[in-house]
C-alpha cells in the first residue's frame, strides 16, 4: 500500500456528443416508461401484491443509454435485479420480468434466451463470469456478439467480479463490465465499499480501458457503452465502464434509508435526476414541445398500467413446475418424488 | 451446437483398433475420454488452470492442447469462480464444457457458482438456458497431498438439486462415466480419485456387441463382486479397498458383494436395496466424515427400500469428523482393511 500515491485516474471522456433529436426523443420515452413502471412497483408492493421490490428510480439513464449501444440481434445482457429500465428498453416482457418481483419464479416468467436478457440473479456478483464465459464463446464461434454485464458498486467488492474482468482481460473477450455506482450498497456508502474510491480505475489492472461517466447523463453513458461495444466487437477485448449515478429510493421496499443516509443527500440528488436533465436538455435543443412530453407521458402511464394489471393477473405457476425444470434429463428419483407430490400434496 | 464454426481437430490419442479392449491407466482412460469428445463434438471445450500446454497437474489433459488448438483447450487464470462461472456463461451460448478444477479442495472457492449458478440456472430460466457443464475435480485423499488437496465433496454436491455426481473406481468406468457425462444435457460433477489415476486394467472402448456398460443409464450402480453374506458399498478410491477386503474375507469363508455406486447423485437405490436382498447385510465405505456424509444416505436408502431383508444394521466406516489429515496420519484416517473387516464381523454377529 502507498497511501500517498492517488488511485490510478481512470480516463475522462470529453463531453458527450448531443444525441440525435430521434435517439433524445426515444430514451426520454424508455426512461420516463421506466419512472412510471417503478412507481406502479412500489404501489404494488404497498398494496400487498409484490412481497418486495427494489426500486429502480434515479438509474435510468444509466440503464437505457447503455442498452441502447447493443444490438439485440447478436448481444447478450447479464443483469443482477435492478435493471428493470434496462429490461424495458431492450424490449423484455415486463409482465415476466416483475413476476419475479412477485415471486411467482425466482429468475422472473420472460424467456432470457429469446429476449438476450439473462435471468434476474441475486448474487450481486454471480452473473458477470456468465458474461465472460459468453463473450469467449462469441469469439470462440467466430461471432460479433457482445455481453454487457450490469454490476454495482456493491458488487464490485465481490471476488467473482475481480476473477471475471481479469479472465476477460486474459481472453481478450467482448465484454463490456457496466458498474452502475448508485452510491450506496444498500446502507454502506462507496467510502466504505471501494478501497481506493474509483471502480474504473481498477480497469488498468485488467489491462483494459476504464472510464467513468456521468450516469445521470443518458448521452454520456451511450456513448460510452457504445465505444466499448465497438472495441469489443474488432477484437480488442473488454472494458469497463463506471456510470456514476444515484440510487434514489431505498435499497428495496424493506429498506429505511432514514438509517444510513442524510435526506439532504436525497434532496441534492433530485436536482440530478437523470429525466428531468434529458428532458430540459432537449428543451433547450429544441428537440421536444410541449406535446411531445405530454404524449410521452401518456405513452408511459399506459404501458405502465398495462404491465401493472398484467403482473396482478399473472396466474401463480402450477405446481408441478417445482419439479419440471431442475434437470433436462430427469432422475428417476426426482419423478418418484414428483409422483408422491401428487399423490399426497398437489391441490 | 450451432454457429460454431471450429473445425474438428485431429486426435490428440495415437490411433488405435476400434472396438478393441486396451489395458491403460485411468489417467490414460480419462485423457482418452476427453479425445473423444472433443473429436466428436466441436461445441466441447476442456479449459482450467494448467490444462494446456502443461497437460494438467496429473496430465489428464497431455496432448490435447497440441491436438485441438488453444481454442478448444485452453489455460485459465487461477479463479475457480470464473472457471465455473464462464463455464455457465459458454452453455448458455451453446458450448458444452469441460471445466477443471486443478484439486477438490478447490472446489470450494466455486461453490457460489456451482450452487448457486451451475446447479439452478435452467430452473431459474424454466428450462430456456441448457446447462451441459461437466466439472472434473480430482477428488478423495491417499496419494498424501498438502493441505486442500485432498478432501471428498460428494455429499455437498450430491445435496444440491440441479446437478449429478459421479465418482469412477476403474479405467474402464472412468472412459465410460467421462463420455457420458459430457453427453448428459446436466451439469455433472465427474469426481476423479487421484489416488487412482495410476492403475491400470481394461478398457473396452467400444463395447458395441458387448452387451452392456457404454450405455449403462446415469445413476446406475454396478456389482463388481458378488457374494452372500455382506454387501460393501463403496465409490471411487474405497472400490479397491473393499474389492481386497472382499478378498480377505474370503480366506475366511465369507463371501462379500462389493457394489460401486459409480453416480452418487442420482444414487442407484434400486440397485442397493437388490443387493441387500441376497446379501442381507450391508456396510457402508467411505473417505469423507462420517457426520451427515453420504453413508447415511445409502443406509437410509437401503432400510426403506429393504428393510424387510436386513438381518443387521447398516454400518458405516469413513473418515473421521477431523479435517483432512496431513500425509503420515492420512493411513490412520481412511478406512483399512482392519476397519472394514470389524465392521463386516459386526453385521454378522447379528
Known amino acids: ?347 | 451446437m450451432t454457429g460454431v464454426t471450429v473445425e474438428r481437430a485431429r486426435s490428440a490419442a495415437p490411433p488405435e483398433e476400434s472396438g478393441g479392449t486396451v489395458e491403460m491407466s485411468m489417467r490414460d482412460a480419462l485423457n482418452r475420454a476427453l479425445d473423444t469428445a472433443l473429436r466428436e463434438d466441436p461445441a466441447t471445450l476442456v479449459f482450467g488452470e494448467d490444462v494446456g500446454r502443461l497437460g494438467g497437474v496429473f496430465r489428464v489433459t497431455d496432448g490435447l492442447w497440441r491436438a485441438f488448438g488453444q481454442d478448444r483447450v485452453f489455460d485459465t487464470p487461477i479463479s475457480e469462480a470464473a472457471i465455473i462461472g464462464s463455464a455457465v456463461g459458454l452453455a448458455m451460448n451453446g458450448f458444452r464444457p469441460i471445466p477443471e478444477l486443478q484439486f477438490d479442495g478447490f472446489g470450494y472457492p466455486a461453490v457460489d457458482q456451482i450452487v448457486n449458478q451451475l446447479a439452478r440456472m435452467h430452473y431459474r430460466t424454466r428450462g430456456a438456458a441448457p446447462m451441459p457443464v461437466t466439472v472434473r475435480l480430482p477428488s478423495f485423499g491417499g496419494i498424501r497431498a498438502p493441505e486442500h488437496h485432498g478432501e471428498s465433496l460428494e455429499a455437498l454436491f450430491a445435496h444440491v438439486p440441479g446437478l449429478k455426481v459421479v465418482a469412477p473406481s476403474n479405467p474402464h468406468d472412468a472412459y465410460h462415466l467421462l463420455l457420458r457425462a459430457v453427453r448428459a444435457d446436466d451439469p455433472v460433477i465427474f469426481m476423479e480419485p487421484k489416488a487412482r489415476y495410476w492403475d491400470r486394467g481394461p478398457v473396452v472402448l467400444d463395447p458395441a456387441g458387448e452387451g452392456e456398460r457404454a450405455d449403462d443409464p446415469i445413476g446406475s450402480s454396478r456389482v463388481v463382486r458378488t457374494g452372500r453374506h455382506a454387501t460393501l458399498f463403496a465409490w471411487g478410491a474405497m472400490v479397491r479397498r473393499c474389492l481386497q477386503v472382499a478378498e480377505l474375507a474370503a480366506e475366511d469363508g465369507v463371501e462379500l458383494e462389493v457394489v460401486d455406486l459409480r453416480w452418487l447423485s442420482p444414487i442407484d437405490a434400486d440397485g442397493l436395496a437388490a443387493s441387500v436382498g441376497r446379501t442381507r447385510r450391508a456396510v457402508v465405505v467411505h473417505e469423507a466424515p462420517l457426520t451427515a456424509g453420504l453413508g447415511a444416505e445409502v443406509a437410509a436408502l437401503v432400510t426403506e427400500r429393504a428393510f424387510r431383508d436386513l438381518a443387521a444394521p447398516v454400518q458405516r466406516v469413513t473418515g473421521y469428523d477431523v479435517p483432512y489429515p496431513a500425509g503420515p496420519l492420512e493411513p490412520q484416517y481412511l478406512p483399512t482393511n482392519d476397519r472394514v473387516l470389524l465392521a463386516v464381523q459386526r453385521t454378522l454377529e447379528y
Not at chain 1, 459468453?134 to 461471432?143: D, F, I, K, S
Not at chain 1, 461517466?213 to 477484437?235: I, K, L, W
Open chain 1, 1 to 347: 500500500m502507498h497511501p500517498e500515491e492517488p488511485p490510478a485516474a481512470a480516463a475522462e471522456l470529453p463531453a458527450p456528443d448531443p444525441l440525435p433529436p430521434d435517439r433524445a426523443r426515444a430514451f426520454y420515452r424508455d426512461m420516463l416508461a421506466a419512472r412510471l413502471l417503478d412507481e406502479e412497483a412500489i404501489a404494488l408492493q404497498r398494496q400487498g401484491v409484490l412481497p418486495a421490490y427494489v426500486p429502480v428510480r434515479g438509474q435510468e439513464a444509466a440503464q437505457v443509454g447503455s442498452v441502447a449501444a447493443l444490438d439485440v440481434e447478436r448481444d447478450f445482457v447479464f443483469p443482477t435485479y435492478r435493471e428493470l429500465a434496462a429490461a424495458l428498453a431492450l424490449g423484455v416482457d415486463m409482465v415476466g420480468y416483475l413476476a419475479s418481483h412477485r415471486a411467482l419464479w425466482h429468475g422472473g416468467r420472460y424467456d432470457p434466451m429469446a429476449s438476450r436478457f439473462g435471468a434476474v440473479n441475486a448474487v450481486v456478483g454471480g452473473p458477470v463470469p456468465h458474461a465472460v464465459g459468453w463473450a469467449m464463446g462469441e469469439r470462440l464461434a467466430g461471432r460479433t456478439g457482445c455481453a454487457l454485464s450490469f454490476f454495482g458498486d456493491g458488487a464490485s467488492s465481490e471476488g467473482d467480479v475481480h476473477e471475471a474482468m481479469n479472465l476477460a482481460g486474459v481472453m481478450r473477450a467482448p465484454v463490456v463490465f457496466l458498474c452502475q455506482n448508485n452510491r450506496w450498497a444498500l446502507s454502506v456508502p462507496n467510502e466504505r465499499q471501494i478501497a481506493g474510491g474509483s471502480i474504473a480505475a481498477r480497469a488498468a489492472g485488467y489491462g483494459m480501458p476504464g472510464a467513468a461517466v456521468d450516469g445521470n447523463d443518458v448521452a454520456a453513458v451511450y456513448q460510452a457503452t457504445r465505444e466499448a461495444v465497438r472495441r469489443a466487437r474488432s477484437g480488442l477485448g473488454p472494458s469497463l465502464i463506471e456510470a456514476r449515478t444515484y440510487r434514489m429510493g431505498p435499497h428495496s421496499t424493506s429498506d429505511d434509508t432514514g438509517r444510513y443516509r442524510d435526506p439532504a443527500e436525497e434532496r441534492a440528488w433530485e436536482e440530478h435526476d437523470p429525466i428531468a436533465r434529458l428532458r430540459d436538455t432537449m428543451r433547450a435543443a429544441g428537440h421536444a414541445d410541449d406535446e411531445f412530453f405530454a404524449r410521452a407521458e401518456r405513452a408511459a402511464r399506459a404501458s405502465a398500467e398495462r404491465a401493472r394489471d398484467g403482473v396482478c393477473a399473472e396466474p401463480e405457476p402450477p405446481g408441478d413446475d417445482l419439479f419440471r425444470y431442475v434437470y433436462r434429463e430427469p432422475t428417476e428419483e426426482l419423478a418418484r418424488q414428483w409422483r408422491a407430490w401428487r399423490e399426497e400434496v398437489a391441490p
